[in-house]
């Protein structure tokens, strides 16, 4: 069968009720039979970059299996995003939802309408932070602070370390 893949992608809404619509767009992916969403980052508060005059954004990572193509899974967030009600008016303007395809595997697509890796990811905090975290398996950094810190008990526990 088809590899799955191991896709990322970035959520964010900054107008009317901003985690309703981050819970829906998550609920929408689970609702599908062709995408498994593997992990959650948290929900992080931040400030727009890009376009500043408008409301501050939340923003997470999700990270999903899938056997569809990159282009079908942008088809797939093309939906969400209209069945939440997005209206693509101002491009760099305020949106009830916004859903990025960050990364598809190790996969590079370089079309007009589709880039992956996410062309601008690599300089945005409220995308690269909240990657991390869905990375490693949805742990938040802190969760992370605490495995290591247990794990380091463990070692310190064993002889000669
Ligand atoms: N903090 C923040 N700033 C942003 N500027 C734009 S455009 N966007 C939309 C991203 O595609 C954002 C965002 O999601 N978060």
Avoid: C
Avoid at 132 to 159: D, H, I, N
């Amino acid at each position: 069968p088809q590899p799955r893949r191991l896709a990322y992608l970035g959520l964010g809404s900054n107008i009317e009720r901003r985690e309703q619509y981050l819970e829906r767009a998550i609920a929408a992916l689970r609702a599908r039979d062709d995408v498994e969403v593997a992990a959650e980052s948290s929900v992080y508060e931040t400030e727009p970059v890009g376009y500043t005059d408008q409301p501050a954004f939340l923003n997470m990572v999700v990270a999903v299996r899938t056997l569809l193509a990159p282009r079908e899974l942008l088809a797939v967030i093309l939906d969400i995003e209209r069945s939440l009600g997005r209206v693509r008016t101002l491009r760099w303007g305020p949106r009830t939802i916004d859903i990025d395809l960050l990364l598809y595997g190790d996969a590079e697509v370089s079309e007009p309408d589709l880039t992956v890796p996410h062309p601008r990811m690599g300089e945005r905090a409220f995308v690269l932070v909240p990657l991390l975290e869905a990375m490693a398996g949805g742990l938040s950094p802190a969760s992370l602070r605490e495995s290591f810190a247990r794990q380091l008990e463990t070692l310190e526990g064993k002889e000669g370390v």
